[in-house]
């Protein structure tokens, strides 16, 4: 990548950091008059406890010498309650407290924070940090269904029951999505005791799931599930207390209550132990937490304005899921959810840009101790009705998709942009390695002429097909949804009446022996005269 554009991405984290400063969000080295510079480096399970290591290069003023470990819940800015631990103030000093475990006082959600006492008051010197490791407390970690990229969002009337349809059509990724909110209370059948209370939930919605995703696992399909959370009378604790207030189709998830906490813990832990593969249920390889978090006013409302105390929210959300998935299936992906919209802002404060979202996101995370998290994008058209994208629209149009890391949109045309940019070193997991990339829903519709949103599939398959950290592309639809056709997006491979399309007949075969064919058509269409050159292969 360009020196321009590191040395950008660069400032722009820092100021993230910065920013997490002002919250006490940080885990970097605190400077100020009588705190030293003291920060934690890590907090990762060993067994049946959690060791935390502290280190100092210039110790704080102290009543008595010593520092004092605090276990706090993730809406907590400040230390507060009894210490768990203390020990003599040193350059290095280790930690090791229980995890507690299948208790009521379990730690696995707990952020750790380091306090001196001075004048009588316990007094914070470093940023919190939480677990990183919680795959440790995992029993059953099935193997990924790695069959393949080619995935669809599929039309739950077709899965099962006699219907072969997804057989046909050669799909190798299910996705579909979960409300919190059908799973929650309910006839409450389903009897679920977690970290030592007992959650009662809804037998009939986890039956309709459980076909969907059963199905897709026998079929040898590898499944991703989008975590949404509606808002249902009664439960209204589950969505965070900035998002009440707001009408929208999702909410910002409630980890700013102990009540609403406990409840996502409790719900995301047992969809991911009841989707691990060994309870005969079906497997979830891939969760993502939310849906186009970016766009909060329409997909994850929250009322906060300000884009870094957005994003610790989404961030705390986010490491709830995580380590309530990851402590059930340590090979499971956990993802965060962007749109199109890399560097463009729609409305300021209701509409974030995706790329500094994610640059916030990570920050916050990696402030707090840095996780494997993972990339769901949806890398739509622009407009998202304009198929013939090698035809722009207008002068408009062409000027939002660039092959330049500040596009304004991303699209199936230039995303090697996303990729060469998660290729960055900040932006890589704590292996250093590039973390997975979903494109979890894309679409084309046909109402440009069949032939074009059959070509446009071929196109944006064997984009993924040629890159290396794309792991899968979800296509958006299996059938034409009403509500979309209204809007000018007729992106099923077959119409409402059950009518397949030619997109049917180039989804089922671009990766088959025959696909060579359906490539030669596709570059037809399109006008490609050197496809392997448009490929921008990674």
């Known amino acids: 990548m360009a020196k321009k554009f590191l040395s950008s991405f660069l400032q722009t984290l820092f100021g993230a950091v910065i920013a997490l400063g002002v919250f006490s969000f940080t885990g970097f080295p605190v400077n100020a008059q009588g705190v030293g510079a003291v920060s934690i480096g890590s907090a990762t399970i060993n067994g049946s406890n959690v060791n935390i290591s502290v280190s100092a290069s210039d110790l704080p003023d102290s009543d008595d010498g010593k520092f004092y470990l605090f276990s706090e819940k993730p809406y907590q800015g400040t230390v507060a309650g009894t210490p768990i631990a203390s020990a003599a103030m040193g350059g290095s000093v280790a930690f090791q407290v229980p995890l507690n475990n299948k208790t009521a006082d379990c730690r696995l959600y707990d952020k750790f924070q380091v306090a001196v006492l001075q004048g009588g008051q316990y007094v914070a010197v470093a940023g919190a940090k939480y677990i990183t490791n919680p795959e440790a407390l995992a029993s059953a970690s099935p193997a990924r269904k790695n069959n393949g990229k080619k995935g669809l969002i599929l039309d739950g009337a077709k899965i099962g029951n006699g219907n072969t349809e997804n057989s046909q059509l050669g799909v190798q990724q299910a996705a579909y999505n979960i409300n919190l909110e059908d799973v929650i209370g309910g006839n409450g059948q389903v009897v679920y005791d977690y970290n030592g209370k007992t959650y009662n939930f809804d037998s009939s919605y986890l039956s309709q799931y459980d076909h969907c995703i059963r199905t897709c696992t026998q079929q040898g399909m590898g499944v991703t599930i989008v975590l949404l959370n509606p808002r249902a009378a009664g439960e209204e604790f589950m969505i965070s207390p900035s998002s009440r207030g707001g009408k929208a189709l ?91 919209n890399w560097t463009q802002v729609h409305n300021t404060g209701s509409y974030y840009s995706a790329r500094a979202t994610l640059e916030a996101i990570n920050a916050c995370i990696t402030a707090q101790g840095n996780i494997d998290w993972g990339l769901a994008e949806h890398p739509y058209n622009y407009p998202m009705t304009w198929t013939t994208f090698w035809s722009p629209k207008n002068e408009t149009a062409q000027a939002m998709i660039r092959h330049d890391i500040n596009t304004p949109y991303l699209s199936m045309e230039n995303i090697e942009q996303l990729t060469d940019y998660m290729c960055q070193p900040a932006m890589r997991n704590t292996k250093g390695a590039v973390r997975p990339i979903l494109l979890t829903e894309v679409g084309y519709s046909s109402t440009q002429g069949e032939e074009a949103q059959a070509a446009a599939i071929v196109y944006a398959y064997q984009r993924v097909a040629t890159n290396q950290y794309i792991k899968l592309i979800a296509f958006n639809r299996q059938t034409d949804y009403p509500l979309e056709v209204s809007q000018g997006l007729s992106v099923g491979l077959s119409k409402q009446d059950g009518t397949r399309k030619l997109a049917f007949e180039f989804y089922q075969q671009m990766n088959g022996p025959n696909a060579g064919t359906y490539i030669q058509r596709a570059a037809q269409i399109m006008g490609i005269a050197d496809w392997n050159a448009a490929m921008n292969a990674r």
């Open 250 to 340: 999702y909410y910002m998830m409630n980890t700013s209550e102990d009540k609403g906490l406990e409840y996502l813990e409790a719900v995301v832990s047992y969809l991911a132990y009841r989707y691990n593969g060994q309870n005969g249920f079906g497997q979830v390889d891939n969760w993502v937490i939310g849906n186009e978090v970016n766009a909060k006013n329409v997909w994850n409302y929250s009322s906060v304005n300000d884009l870094m105390a957005y994003a610790q929210l989404y961030a705390d959300e986010l490491r709830v899921c995580y380590n309530a998935i990851k402590s059930r299936n340590a090979n499971a992906y956990v993802c965060i959810s962007l749109d199109q």
